[in-house]
């Protein structure tokens, strides 16, 4: 049975009070995007107002407003590796895998964890999967001739959708369109053969990157992977 949505809400919280433990003083850390995201960031916004020195690198402009609002000094230029990022997921496997994007900060989302030397995870139990691919994956493309990407993404057998918001075409915070995309089996093979196709810009399949998922449950706050 699911849970109740103020249960959801305590879980994610529980998650991201957690992440902000991993936060160390002096460095930079990317800030996700979405309503688990949004927890963690108001909880780093806290903390600076209390001393702390962070800079963070924003997958959004949502989660730039938020953490504007709140004080966080932010950054696009860095001269290293980012040390934490932190995000939400739509669908976690047991090895840490997930998929991310429903809420179309795929590409940035994916930019700034490659970019960070620890990327966790924070969820409420529900995005805890057997194995990836239970809803759509979406996947940005370019809106020149994106309908022949979309031919191509079907070619490796995908349902592509173009995601719509209020009647017309979403678009994300980099001008791009995304197709959610339904297929029977999602692995790595797929992820590096959607890269092949020329208009996929990036894809919300996330293998091997994060170290660590933090989980909201019943029971408390469970760890999969490895905390760094
Ligand atoms: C946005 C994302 C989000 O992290 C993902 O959709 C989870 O969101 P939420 O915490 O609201 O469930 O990938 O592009």
């Known amino acids: 049975m699911a849970n109740a949505p103020a249960e959801v809400e305590a879980q994610k919280q529980a998650a991201a009070a957690r992440a902000l433990e991993l936060v160390r003083p002096g460095t930079i850390v990317g800030l996700g995007t979405g309503s688990?995201?949004?927890?963690?960031?108001?909880?780093?916004?806290?903390?600076?107002?209390?001393?702390?020195?962070?800079?963070?690198?924003?997958?959004?402009?949502?989660?730039?407003?938020?953490?504007?609002?709140?004080?966080i000094p932010i950054t696009e230029r860095t001269d290293g590796w980012l040390d934490l990022a932190v995000d939400g997921a739509d669908e976690i496997d047991p090895a840490v895998n997930c998929v991310k994007g429903r809420g179309g900060a795929l590409l940035r989302e994916k930019i700034v964890a490659h970019a960070s030397r620890r990327f966790v995870l924070i969820a409420d139990e529900s995005k805890?999967?057997?194995?990836?691919?239970?809803?759509?994956?979406?996947?940005?493309?370019?809106?020149?001739?994106?309908?022949?990407?979309?031919?191509?993404?079907?070619?490796?057998?995908?349902?592509?959708?173009?995601?719509?918001?209020?009647?017309?075409?979403?678009?994300?915070?980099?001008g791009n369109l995304i197709l959610d995309t339904t297929f029977g089996t999602v692995d790595a093979a797929l992820s590096a053969a959607l890269h092949g196709i020329p208009g996929v810009l990036e894809h919300g399949l996330f293998f091997g990157m994060a170290r660590a998922a933090i989980v909201g449950s019943a029971a408390g706050v469970r760890i999969l992977g490895e905390l760094p």
Not at 45 to 71: F, N
Request: glycine share 12%.
């Open 36 to 71: 688990t995201a949004r927890y963690f960031i108001e909880g780093l916004a806290r903390r600076v107002r209390s001393g702390l020195t962070v800079q963070a690198v924003v997958t959004s402009l949502e989660s730039r407003a938020q953490a504007e609002a709140g004080g």
């Open 128 to 174: 805890l999967v057997g194995r990836l691919g239970r809803g759509a994956v979406p996947v940005e493309v370019l809106p020149f001739l994106w309908e022949a990407t979309s031919r191509s993404i079907e070619s490796l057998g995908g349902q592509p959708e173009l995601r719509m918001t209020a009647g017309r075409p979403f678009t994300s915070d980099n």
